[in-house]
């Protein structure tokens, strides 16, 4: 196996589940190292339909920087709980301008086109947020998934919603592992036949 990557998935109350911890399953099933971070200082997460998720770590105690990929699952008020957390907005905004990969699923690129990293760059997420990354100068797209170099920069891989969890981290994992990766777990959990 390639070197070791490592995915950090930031948790806010009443964030979306399936999103969270499908791609942490994913990722996990790969050989991919995933924490699971609470923006808050309780590791205890309640998702928006109240589930509760045992955090890894929690803010205060995180260190982003070695960290081959950030990513950013939705939900209401997850997405606002997330926009409002200055620690989540700075390290996005430091990773990415540092070359590396962010990820956002459904509401979640909203965040990402708030911070201005959309600008001109292909992106897609909830229809219920596309004006938002609009607004905000986003390259609008409609697939279920979008993966963007941004010249200068690093990668942005975005997504819809909940329904395309799995092609999300199938992307991050093929972003991090090559295609053949990916292709392989898609098969090994029959979403690729």
């Given at each position: 196996m390639s070197?070791?990557?490592?995915?950090?998935?930031?948790?806010?109350?009443?964030?979306?589940?399936?999103?969270?911890?499908?791609?942490?399953?994913l990722l996990r099933r790969a050989g991919i190292e995933v924490t699971l971070v609470s923006i808050t200082e309780e590791a205890l997460v309640t998702s928006s339909h109240n589930v509760r998720i045992l955090a890894?770590?929690?803010?205060?105690?995180?260190?982003?920087?070695?960290?081959?990929?950030?990513?950013?699952?939705?939900?209401?008020?997850?997405?606002?709980?997330?926009?409002?957390?200055?620690?989540?907005?700075?390290a996005v905004s430091a990773h990415h301008a540092a070359g590396r990969t962010v990820a956002a699923i459904c509401a979640a690129p909203s965040i990402l086109a708030g911070l201005g990293m959309l600008r001109g760059v292909p992106a897609v997420c909830n229809p219920s947020f596309e004006h938002v990354l609009l607004e905000n100068g986003a390259d609008l797209h409609r697939e279920p998934v979008c993966t963007a170099q941004v010249p200068g920069r690093g990668t942005i891989i975005t997504s819809r919603a909940m329904g395309t969890a799995i092609p999300f981290g199938?992307?991050?994992?093929?972003?991090?592992?090559?295609?053949?990766?990916?292709?392989a777990l898609g098969k090994n959990i029959l979403y690729l036949s």
């Open positions: 070197e070791k990557k490592y995915a950090a998935i930031y948790l806010a109350d009443g964030c979306e589940e399936i999103e969270a911890l499908t791609v942490a399953d890894d770590t929690v803010i205060g105690a995180f260190d982003p920087s070695g960290y081959d990929v950030l990513i950013l699952p939705g939900g209401v008020p997850g997405t606002p709980n997330l926009q409002a957390c200055s620690a989540v907005t700075d199938l992307a991050i994992l093929s972003h991090l592992r090559g295609p053949e990766a990916a292709e």
